[in-house]
């Protein structure tokens, strides 16, 4: 090594002793290195803002709808208190209402840019929606309850109906409240007798409709049957429909019998004004004629007409079918021409049936569709938006409680219109999510190619969309192509293009079929855990609630592929011959431990020339003897100062675990880091004894210590020195006596380092490693680990049953590998996959379940490497209940790695994390058709908890990543060229993080979030450079890019994104991403840009951007807007009665203000 090499390493050490990288400046002027100060400290706030870019879903059960049949808008109100707007391609905006109350009813003021909301029942809030977020600009409050509004075409008078009956006049022009009312007991004729569908009071207004023919008449109806024509300017019932009239109301009931009028729900005049539609509570629709009153048209209830014009008598009252079918909450009337319409309504199915369903009726035919939840509101997508016009409708939208659906009513077979909005989400929970940016746009066209293959059979219009309203600014060629993909409960796996402001669904897959018909297991347990996509190689890993985990493979073609089934079998529980066998193999590798630690404590420390037993016992007989002359020193302090001294210095000694007996014979007031060394010495001696003793024992084939009971072990380590409690806590957390020996010497030894180097002392080089050499280099507890680990662990998992077959496959994502774990004894299924990893280049596919780890090659789809959590030695900073056996993998990375000194440059490494705060390293070694499995760097963290994610930067403050092999369509060539491209590919070096000089492994750092802290290591030394505990528990981790820079961005439960500066961990960035809309995430990831996606437990999705460049400006800042100004108003036609042409719309004033 260079005298040059050992200044810079020791400039480098030293500076990591003062607790800053200042001093390591590059030991090459030609390649200037940063330093760590230059890392971290050159980012500053301005490269941080935090913005919302949209929100996604419906954050509860939809109550509302209106649409603007102009402007082509959809406005869809909640229970939550929030409106979505939706127009044309990323056009969408969220209106929250004031206090959260929930929307009962929305009213579009067509091709105004106007939109009336109703919430909390009794508040009307005017939004304007010409600008670029909606503002209220006018409210008022109703003391009664409000049930209906009515807002007729180009009108400025707002008809509010409500609970008592009533019906009000707000003009929208200074939402003021007009005097005319129609009072519920006007609407009664007087002196009617009470009945069964009439009370003294008729209910809630339901429904209030203009006349399309003459506005001045007004039809209202009631929730308790009762429905009225209404003459607004003469003030009076002008006809009664359903019931006896009085002479007052229009002369006598025409026919003989009066029909009892059912409950009624909604109506819908014909655009003549000759016939309006009823929809009633119980299953039914009525057509009527204006000029009659006693009977309907027609009575349907789903595709079946009851009756028709004509009939003598109706359903009686006290029929069971009136309360046997669901109620109709929706009804529509739409002219196709002068001859044909369409009556469209929801609802009226029988209530064992539980479906919700739509009737489309146009002459003599009839079509039902069904949806998955309640149908909430239908809105016809007209060419004009007068009602006495010919309507010609092009779409029918159907609004659910859950999402929307627009079906085209033009095309023969009214096929639906693919849907550009992101209801999919909320069909099932999300259950995991994953975000990827800077995805190539010819993958997203092959995803979205795929998925127009999909779901063929539903028939799908080639029509344009017919919400299409709004105006984008969005300069899509500025924009970052990303993709999200959400896993959920349902086994769906969803790919969805979130570039722009609105989201696609491009692509799904559905797991479920693969349980069905290859597995064999039910599709209970088909939840999506886990999702990882490696965009680059076109290659999924997904891991499912029943503990099986899948590789899907991306082909342009349908095709057949080889589908592999890999089963492997865990031990959990040990059989009499098995743990016969362990207890063999545990006596004999005891034997050698023994042996090795008797061999290298021979040859350590002050007793490195003591060769012989003999000479052993007199040492420690000398240390006894030397000891005992020390007894009474406590009692010789002539002052209180030298007493505190002589009590600081038995408590830092007591911290080494030893008991009070030791510790006050060794110390001598002012010698504390003599008396420190004596201990160890002591220890160490009590050591030998011991493994003197222990190779005696295995000599004449006796059972070893370890093998006995714990007393016995207690016993063996308080001879050595250390007290009774800290033996067992040590012992509860070890295999083997062995183990827990080096890990009590391991931390004394620490504590000792500590207290010579505080007293100025160079610490004695003879005990730097008074325990046996350990496979890996820790600064904390030595886990025992096998050196070479290739297929190992046999004792817990035996090699896979592997199967193969041919099956055919869809073009898109197709399964090629499926692997599940059982219990070798049951047969039962390990149900819990905590983690997945997969690379390309090394052709590895890693799944950590709650019993260990396998990874498997998907060269030969056999295990290369298995691994149980026993094998895991726990964090001696574990509380005192953990356990091997709990200490489950909670993390995987596959990355190029510096952690090994002994082979310089970047080297191929697992980093696995854990449930107790401890990282793992093992070095693979690629050797032809062999893959290696070598055990590494160990890292045990203070104050520990679950290890969430885990990053390597070089010197450059670059994060270190594994290769990766381009996709290439394998479709086009044979299997041996195939193959020879996939090792060509492999064999190649990494590309991220190269570097230079292979010196250079010794400058690089460990990043690591776990639930509680955000920590940065200098390794392979593996010294704390930052700390940052957090006040709150993580829930995502992740480096995003700033430039050429890079930050640490932390998610935690309660809503608040941190972004911290890297080396120093400077809080750069502080907000809160959950409000009352979102409730709380349920899952939730960050992009390497800066781009956050949260999912609530109802489905709904925001996205939040943390930087401030040039992508995310051109997303957030951009102008979009809902009203469209070039959009022109049609013309109104002429009335059909002479009478009302006369009149103009100015009339209404002159009605409603007098």
Request: glycine share 8%; aromatic share 6%; hydrophobic share 40%.
């Given at each position: 090594m260079s005298g040059t090499v050992k200044k810079f390493k020791q400039q480098f050490r030293k500076a990591i002793n003062a607790g800053t990288l200042d001093a390591a400046t590059s030991v090459r002027s030609s390649r200037s290195k940063p330093t760590e100060s230059e890392l971290g400290k050159k980012l500053n706030t301005d490269a941080f803002k935090f913005a919302t870019t949209a929100w996604h879903g419906l954050p509860g059960p939809a109550t509302c709808a209106a649409f603007d049949t102009v402007q082509r808008l959809l406005a869809i109100g909640t229970n939550e208190g929030v409106v979505k707007v939706y127009g044309a391609s990323d056009v969408e905006t969220t209106l929250v209402m004031q206090d959260n109350h929930p929307v009962s009813h929305l009213a579009f003021c067509i091709n105004d840019g106007a939109l009336l909301t109703v919430s909390g029942h009794h508040h009307i809030d005017l939004w304007n929606t010409r600008l670029p977020q909606p503002t209220v600009v006018r409210s008022a409050r109703f003391k009664e309850e409000i049930t209906h509004i009515y807002l007729p075409t180009k009108s400025t008078w707002l008809y509010v109906g409500t609970r008592l009956g009533n019906v009000h006049l707000l003009t929208i022009e200074s939402f003021s409240v007009s005097p005319y009312l129609i009072n519920w007991s006007i609407l009664i004729p007087a002196g009617i007798a009470e009945t069964r569908m009439l009370e003294a009071n008729p209910g809630p207004v339901t429904g209030i409709e203009e006349c399309p023919a003459d506005y001045r008449k007004l039809l209202i109806t009631h929730a308790l049957g009762h429905c009225v024509l209404w003459d607004c300017k003469a003030r009076k019932v002008i006809r009664r429909y359903g019931s006896n009239n009085s002479s007052e109301a229009g002369g006598s009931a025409q026919g003989g019998s009066v029909f009892a009028m059912p409950g009624i729900r909604n109506a819908a005049w014909s655009h003549d004004g000759k016939h309006f539609a009823l929809a009633h509570d119980d299953g039914t629709v009525s057509t009527w004629n204006a000029s009659g009153e006693a009977r309907p048209d027609l009575i349907m209830r789903g595709t079946q007409i009851l009756s028709g014009a004509g009939a003598s008598t109706s359903p009686a009252p006290e029929d069971a079918s009136r309360n046997s079918n669901e109620p109709v909450?929706?009804?529509?009337?739409?002219?196709?021409?002068?001859?044909?319409?369409f009556l469209i309504y929801a609802g009226g199915t029988s209530k064992t049936d539980g479906l919700h369903t739509v009737y489309i009726s146009q002459a003599k035919t009839q079509k039902m569709f069904c949806f998955e939840s309640k149908v909430i509101s239908l809105q016809v997508v007209a060419q004009s938006p007068w009602p006495n016009a010919i309507h010609n409708p092009l779409a029918l939208i159907v609004v659910t409680e859950t999402g929307v659906a627009v079906v085209d009513l033009v095309t023969p077979g009214y096929p639906f219109f693919p849907m550009p909005y992101p209801f999919e989400l909320q069909?099932?929970?999300?259950?995991c999510v994953q975000q990827c940016t800077g995805i190539s746009n010819a993958f997203l066209q092959a995803l979205k190619n795929a998925g127009a293959k999909?779901?063929?059979?539903?028939?799908?219009?080639?029509?344009?969309?017919?919400?299409?309203?709004?105006?984008?600014?969005?300069?899509?060629?500025?924009?970052?192509?990303?993709?999200?993909?959400?896993?959920?409960e349902n086994g769906a796996i969803n790919f969805w293009d979130v570039s722009a402001i609105s989201i696609m669904l491009l692509y799904s897959v559905d797991i479920k079929p693969y349980f069905a018909d290859t597995l064999g297991l039910t599709t209970e347990d088909t939840v999506v855990t886990h999702v990882?996509?490696?965009?680059?190689?076109?290659?999924?890993?997904?891991a499912v609630g029943c503990g099986t985990a899948m590789l899907f493979s991306f082909s342009l073609i349908a095709q057949k592929v080889q589908l592999n089934t890999i089963v492997v079998k865990r031990q959990m529980t040990k059989t009499p011959e098995a743990k016969a066998k362990k207890s063999d193999k545990a006596a004999a590798a005891a034997a050698a431990a023994a042996a090795a630690a008797a061999a290298s404590a021979a040859s350590e420390g002050s007793f490195a020339s003591d060769s012989s037993s003999e000479e052993r016992k007199a040492r420690v007989a000398q240390l006894r003897m030397t000891a005992g002359k020390k007894k009474g020193r406590r009692a010789l302090f002539a002052s209180e100062q030298q007493q505190k001294e002589w009590d600081d210095n038995m408590a830092k000694l007591q911290a080494m675990g030893f008991q009070d007996s030791w510790c006050e014979e060794e110390l001598e007031p002012g010698t504390l880091a003599e008396a420190a060394v004596a201990l160890m010495e002591r220890a160490t001696a009590a050591r030998m004894e011991y493994a003197a003793y222990e190779a005696k024992r295995l000599a004449k084939k006796k059972s070893p210590t370890d093998s006995k009971k714990t007393s016995k072990k207690i016993e063996k380590l308080m001879e050595m020195g250390f007290t009774e409690s800290t033996s067992m806590e040590m012992l509860a957390k070890s295999v083997t006596i062995e183990d827990c020996i080096s890990r009590l010497f391991h931390r004394a030894n620490d504590i000792r380092f500590e207290i010579e180097r505080a007293a100025g002392r160079n610490p004695s080089a003879k005990l730097n490693s008074i325990a046996p050499p350990s496979p890996l280099p820790t600064a904390a507890a030595g886990p025992v680990l096998d050196t070479e680990l290739h297929l190992a662990n046999t004792n817990y998992a035996e090699a896979a049953t592997l199967t193969s077959e041919s099956v055919?496959?869809?073009?898109?994502?197709?399964?090629?590998?499926?692997?599940?774990v059982v219990e070798k004894d049951s047969g039962r299924h390990i149900r819990n996959i905590n983690c997945i990893a997969f690379n390309s280049a090394w052709q590895l596919f890693c799944i950590a379940d709650e019993f260990g780890l396998t990874v498997l090659s998907t060269k030969t789809w056999l295990p290369v490497f298995t691994l149980a959590n026993v094998d895991l030695p726990v964090n001696p900073e574990a509380p005192s209940d953990a356990t091997r056996t709990k200490n489950e993998i909670t993390c995987l990375k596959l990355s190029d790695t510096f952690v090994s000194t002994k082979e310089p440059g970047q080297q191929p490494a697992l980093l696995v994390g854990t449930l107790y705060g401890s990282i793992y390293t093992f070095m693979i070694r690629i050797t032809g058709k062999q893959t290696l499995f070598k055990a590494g760097l160990v890292v045990n963290f203070m104050s520990p908890s679950r290890v969430l994610s885990i990053n390597i930067l070089d010197p450059n403050g670059t994060v270190v990543d594994a290769p990766y092999i381009e996709w290439v369509d394998l479709s086009a060539f044979e299997h041996a060229v195939v193959a020879e491209m996939v090792d060509e590919q492999t064999s190649r070096p990494s590309s991220s993080g190269a570097l230079e000089d292979d010196e250079d492994h010794e400058f690089h750092f460990l990043v690591v979030s776990d639930t509680k802290h955000a920590r940065v290591l200098a390794l392979p030394d593996q010294k704390r450079l930052y700390k940052l505990p957090q006040d709150q528990t993580i829930m995502n981790a992740e480096i995003v890019s700033v430039g050429s820079d890079v930050a640490f961005a932390l998610l935690t439960e309660n809503g608040e994104i941190r972004v911290l500066s890297l080396l120093d961990l400077r809080l750069m960035l502080s907000n809160s991403v959950l409000d009352s809309t979102l409730g709380r995430a349920v899952v939730a990831t960050i992009s390497p840009l800066g781009r956050v996606s949260l999912v609530s437990p109802s489905g709904v999705l925001k996205r939040c951007t943390l930087l401030d460049n040039a992508p995310t400006t051109a997303l957030n800042d951009a102008q979009s807007t809902l009203f469209a100004p070039f959009r022109q108003m049609p013309a109104k036609p002429a009335s059909l009665f002479k009478a009302a042409s006369k009149k103009s719309t100015t009339d209404r004033n002159a009605l409603f203000k007098a």
């Open positions: 909450t929706s009804v529509v009337w739409a002219a196709a021409d002068e001859q044909r319409s069909r099932s929970p999300v259950s999909q779901n063929t059979h539903l028939g799908k219009s080639d029509r344009e969309f017919p919400i299409s309203g709004g105006m984008s600014g969005i300069n899509k060629e500025q924009l970052s192509l990303d993709l999200l993909i959400t896993g959920h990882s996509l490696c965009a680059k190689s076109r290659t999924l890993a997904v055919k496959a869809l073009v898109g994502f197709q399964l090629i590998a499926h692997y599940t």
